[in-house]
């Protein structure tokens, strides 16, 4: 299924609108969503334009990032502080850690992984490991076509439960099974007592969100590409984010009172609170593998 519905045209911004009149859960992705692609994969942040606008979005409403990275990754690229942050493409939840058993059946492709990194490095490929699964980084590969078949020489040796998920410029070792940003924002909608939500990602390991969640989301893949997407809505490219942020803080300050959201007063609040009473942002609960 193709989107073919644009977020900021007057019907895609009705329906932003009457969402968050709800006061929904929001969601986004990091790379090529809330910060814009770039080269070195460890020079990306968001800027602070859409950090000021998340940061206020946060006294409102539940705003989570969903990043395929480690939480202790993508924490420090934010400059704010989300109300929740989900790694590893899902399997990984900011207070409870990655999934161990997802760890554990990495652990053969690992081996297999050591062996034929000097080939990979060779082509112009990178492994990163980040415990809740590994990526195949050949961005900076001068020759993209040498990198895809080194990689393409490693998958042939996949063992049982393990899949491969390509994105841009990079290939995805997940666990079949594993959970993902489906699974992973569903769970915060009931964590923080919401029953409608937002998500926004750019890439293939968002089309299970955009598939799972329910039909009043509000789905949007960013990108003018969008074949076979299971998003309700796109936005042509990454710069327009500001705006959808923008039109939320609208509808949000024409709400009334003009004070604190149900967030604040539901179950999601309190959790929220104790989490800021004990001075803490989750260290506690993530770990690095």
Sequence with gaps: MMPTRYLLDPEGRDALRRLMTRRPLLGFDFDGT????????????????TAALLETLTTRVPVAVVSGRQVLDVRHRLGFKPTHIVGNHGAED????????????LAAFRQIARRLEPMLNEAGATIEDKGAS???HYRLAPNPVIAR?????????????VEAEPGKRVVNILVTGAPHKGDALLRLASRYGTDAGFFVGDDTNDEPAFEQVGHDWVTVRVGPRLDHSHAR??????AEIDDVLRLMLEVLGEGG????????????????????AKGGDGEKGTRSP
């Design 134 to 136: 590994l990526a195949i």
């Design 149 to 161: 078949e080194a990689i393409a020489v490693l998958l042939q040796e996949l063992p049982s439960g």
């Design 233 to 238: 809505y796109f936005l042509h490219e990454q």
């Design 34 to 49: 809330l910060a814009p692609i770039v080269m070195h994969p460890d020079e990306a942040r968001i800027p602070p334009s």
């Design 257 to 276: 009172s003009g004070g604190p959201g149900p967030l604040f007063g539901t179950q999601g609040g309190n959790l929220l609170a104790g989490r800021q």
């Design 94 to 105: 900011e207070f409870d850690g990655p999934d161990p058993r997802v760890v554990t059946t």
